[in-house]
């Protein structure tokens, strides 16, 4: 798919020399005008609320503040004890649990999806909307239903399994298991992004290159692996980037189904600063979490980045 | 696609699969449905495919013990603003990073895009504390201000503006008309179906907005729905019924909106995923 932009030279580039000349400068005093007024409607708002919350947070993460008292300095403390204190790697291990569990099956199951649904097939976009309708719901919602399907008692889930005789865990009740229910239910509900995603890329690939593949002798398989999947690429790289960020910031869903227990077993980064700020009011420490979970999140993302030369294909 | 007969029982299989797994991702949403119309469903009641004495009393519970009606409104009037708010940020920042060159617009765009890298979670604390001061906790215009603009219906809206052709403009300029005059009858009236698609996302993400919501309201009577349902959880741990009437209050507009809006909103996901 082409983007009009890249086709697209830039209005007026800027000339290479002479930027000091004041005279070069054509904008009139009406014309700074009019940029202004179509910029700060969304300038004043970015910066009051996006970049300079994100500088004070900085700032906050080297003091010692409980939202309440002055703030008072105290360097890197909040960092060093973080670094010391265990629960920090418990929590970036949970999280990191989640993604482990969630990405692999949101991908195989919404890349099936798209495959069934990329074919030849009745009320295609019907059967389409079925499996996206969970996404335009809300995390709370998801949790709390899930909750219910996965209720140790009278849930849905361990009545399906008593019938075949079989006893059902505690899910989100039991520490081994409230993070599988946490994760059963994040991928049924983005299920159906991974999908339309995916159906987007499946979409764009060029159907000579599977008759190429055909006249080469190339079997369904082979044709998967060697034409469908690396001509996907830069939609599972999507995917795969999008849903690391999202999935380091994983919070609503643990909120409502487990608020990180029982016995801290689902505690995530996310949670844990929630927890500092407003529960042990702890708000210097909870900045400076938030600031290794974005240094976190930018390093993983910045690593797919460079990394994508090596298995994603554009063209 | 010619299809033999070779093909008839694997397009069978397929159709078979496809609508098993499509009634798997539907049910629990019927589910919900049910048990949210089977009185005292949860510790003692489990409910049952088919209620023996459906009823509506949960939903009477939300909305005359709970301040749900309230609820309610606070949630449909937050979007409103919400995506109003958007709508014009986002509309006026396109037309000056598509229409209006000036010194270091590339660096300002790449400003604005990168906020949509940075997490929520970091600005929380400061936020927070920006709107104590203003004296902003817990009002509506707390809970609105950090939502006026959006990078993503900034970026969208100006893919959006860069397609409408040039020479629509240039010949409104002839006839005399100002930037004001062709950004708002030429570049909007060009633009509706990618304001359709903001439309539906603003909203959406404001009805479904959490951690932003639970921090700055904390009157009952200002809160939206997502953090109600919370509550609810809280208050009914075993009135497993009214629990789900309240996720189905919640569940019915954006379901309302999807069936209306579909096209916008896949298409929305889709032009994410192509970069």
Known sequence: MVLPTVLRAPAAPPPRYAPLSRK????????????????????????????????????????EWNLITPMEFIGWENYRSLLADERTGQVFLHTIGYIAGYLPLVYIGGLALALALNQALKGRSFWRGIYFLPVVTSWIAVAIVWRWLLNPNNGVVNLALGWFGI???????????????????????????????????????????????????AGAWKRFFNVTLPMLSPSTFFVIVISLINGFQVFDQVYAMTGGGPGGSTQVVVQQIYDLTFRYGAAGEASALSWLLFIVILAVTVIQIIGQKRWVHYG | MAKSPRTRPRSIVLHVVVI???????????????????????????????????????????????????????????????????????????????????????????????????????????????????????????ALLPTFASAFGIFLLRQAVNQVPRELDEAAKLDGAGHFRVFTQ??????????????????????????????????????????ALAGLQGQYTTAWDVVMAGSIVSILPMLALYIFAQKYIIQGVASSGIK
């Open chain 1, 167 to 217: 006893d059902g865990p505690g899910w989100w009740t039991d520490p081994d298991w409230a993070m599988v229910s946490i994760i059963l239910a994040s991928s049924w509900k983005d299920l159906g992004f991974v999908m339309v995603i995916l159906l987007a890329g499946l979409q764009t690939i060029n159907p000579d290159l599977y008759d190429a593949a055909k006249v080469d002798g």
């Open chain 2, 186 to 227: 030429i570049i909007i009236p060009n633009i509706r179906p990618a304001l359709a698609t903001l439309t539906v996302f603003a909203f959406m993400s404001s009805w479904n907005a959490f951690l932003w919501p639970l921090v700055v309201l904390r009157s009952p009577e200002l809160q939206t729905l997502p953090i």
């Open chain 1, 24 to 63: 070069k400068k054509r904008a009139s005093a009406g014309y700074v005008l009019t940029v202004l007024a179509f910029l700060l409607p969304s300038a004043i708002p970015l910066t009051l609320f996006v970049l300079g919350p994100m500088v004070a947070a900085a700032w906050i993460s080297f003091t």
């Open chain 2, 20 to 142: 098993a797994g499509a009634i798997a991702m539907f049910f629990p949403f019927l589910w919900t449905f049910i048990t949210s119309i089977t009185p005292g469903a949860g510790f003692s009641i489990a409910p049952q495919l088919w209620p023996e004495n459906p009823s509506f009393e949960a939903y009477q519970t939300l909305f005359t013990e709970r301040p749900f009606g309230r609820v309610v409104a606070n949630s449909i009037g937050l979007a409103l603003v919400t995506t109003l708010a958007q709508l014009f940020t986002s509309a006026t920042a396109a037309y000056a990073f598509s229409r209006l060159p000036f010194r270091g617009r590339g660096v300002v765009f790449a400003v604005y895009l990168a906020t949509m890298m940075i997490p929520l979670q970091v600005l929380i604390v400061p936020l927070f504390a920006e709107l104590k001061a203003f004296g902003l906790l817990d009002t509506y215009l707390g």
